[in-house]
């Protein structure tokens, strides 16, 4: 066998297991989680015109669609990738009992959801706005993810303190500030929607109260929803930070830039739900307006990391031979096999500036009003979360179990194109989307027995070029998710020829700079606090007090509200 990397270190095997089952179970579901991606495009492109396909109705297929790409894989990610930064970085051993009780309330909560899924008892979408009604198992599973989530986070703050205590005056890891960064923002995100679950749908789902305060939950919800999303790209950022540029035989440009970053994020990430929220009666225009004043400040810490991404793959294709304005782009490693993450993340920036881009004018209150709702906004949220974060955490999900494993890659080839094939499949797929979603086609709509189908009174031929574009970038997507698939359990059931070890990659900066500002989490924390107080204390108090009147459960399969369930 040979020996580890210098950079390597041995870790508990408890760690070791759990982190690999935490890292495996998620992509089993995936597979899921990506065929009923391919099954939408084909409703939308009208192939599938019918209400169900092979057993499972449509907004099902979609519920689990979004419930397990969006919430179950990144989660079960960012924890996993999380105790391996911790423990990488700080060099201690963990609390293991805490660490199984988390992955044990992760994983039956999980199994809760997809079953209720699974069994048509919650198809309500990822989003679960009421009055559309889950069985309560879907919200107590939802519930135990994120309860066990949150302890995953509690068990990592013991090494931290004992590392300060240890290293006074010392930066904190870069890495470590990043994980950090995305919990607290997962705790900040996760209050409100608890809230939601347990004071308003739970009771509502049990039949304990009638009825639901829709814009009161709906406000809740995205008071979690925005978030949410920083929360998924903060370990993509982490990996962008701190391994990005050693990939490209370079450093990081400026540490003073991924510091602010994550910081900046902790401070902006949450007074901004209401953007998702501008189309909808019972918010005053003043809440609308500091919603989408934040949001512009939210997208700061991108445009910073786009600039300082672009400055370090300058400097290491430099330091590579790279000459001229533009020659050194052709020094950035595209398909080394040796340095196969990079495509992952390479990829995954170049569709986040399409992603990026829209985000912005998403968020331009006035011109939220002509894409809110339509299919431009999956194309949207392909180009960040299915893109910078897919692939960012694919590409560690097979790092880490390689590693982990001590075994090789199998078929490398595949592994560096990868990223390209799902590129272009993600670019396709939005393009067609967008295009829809520009001339108002919805989303969230079972376009096969609709719009897309000319027997259908509702036919809309003008919308059918946009579908077809969405559903071949689909397929590609679908190929692209295939060979990742083969490539993964190829490595995992592969034999082991090295020792398993915990590493990562570890870039050095190229300005090492020493700001006090970014030197400590307590100022950021009291400005998301205050910002928190100032962009929900009024709207929230608005919406309690204005007495709407709440709403009787509905089904997706019926106009009419449900009443007495004797079944549920
Ligand atoms: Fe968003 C809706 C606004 C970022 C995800 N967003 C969504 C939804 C999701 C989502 C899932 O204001 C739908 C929710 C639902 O189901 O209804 N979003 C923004 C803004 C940003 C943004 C302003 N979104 C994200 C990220 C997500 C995500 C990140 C997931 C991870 N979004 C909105 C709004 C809505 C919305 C409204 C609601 C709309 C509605 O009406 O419902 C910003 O954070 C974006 C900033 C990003 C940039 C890009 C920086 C570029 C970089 C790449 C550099 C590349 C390099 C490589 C260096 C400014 C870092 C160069 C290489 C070459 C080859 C050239």
Known sequence: MELPNENAIAIEPGLKRMLLIEIVFPMVLLILGIYHGLVQVLYRAGIIRSSQFLGLEYFQGLTLHGVVNAIVFTTFFAVAFGYAVIRYYLKRPLNMKVAWLSFALMMIGTMLAAVAILLGKATVLYTFYPPLRAHPAFYVGLVLVVVGSWLAFFNWLPPYFAWKRQHPGEKIPLAVVGIFAAFIVWLIATAPVAVEILFMLLPWSMGWVPTVNVPLARMLFWFFGHPLVYFWLLPTYVMY??????????????????????????????????????????????????????????????FLTAFTMAASMEQGARENGGQGLLGWWKKLPYLDKDRWLFPYLFAGLFIFIFGGVTGIINASYNMNNVVHNTAWLPAHFHQTVAGPVFLSYLGMSLFLVAKLTGKAIKLPTWNVWMPYIWTLGIMIFSTGLFIGGGAGEPRRTNLGVSYSDPHSPLYHPEWHFGDIMGCIGGIVMTVAGLMFFVVFFATVFGRASKKGVLELIVSEAYHDERVPAVQSFTPWLAGAALLLVIAYAPPLTETIRSGFPGALPYSPHSPLPLHAEPDR
Do not use: N
């Open 241 to 302: 930070y701190t391994m990005l540029p050693k990939l490209c035989g370079g450093k990081l440009y400026s540490d003073f830039a991924g510091r602010l970053t994550f910081l900046w994020l902790v401070l902006y990430s949450a007074p901004v739900g209401i953007h998702h929220q501008f189309t909808e009666p019972g918010i005053t225009d003043t809440w609308k307006f500091v919603h989408a004043f934040f949001t512009m400040l939210v997208a700061v810490p991108s």
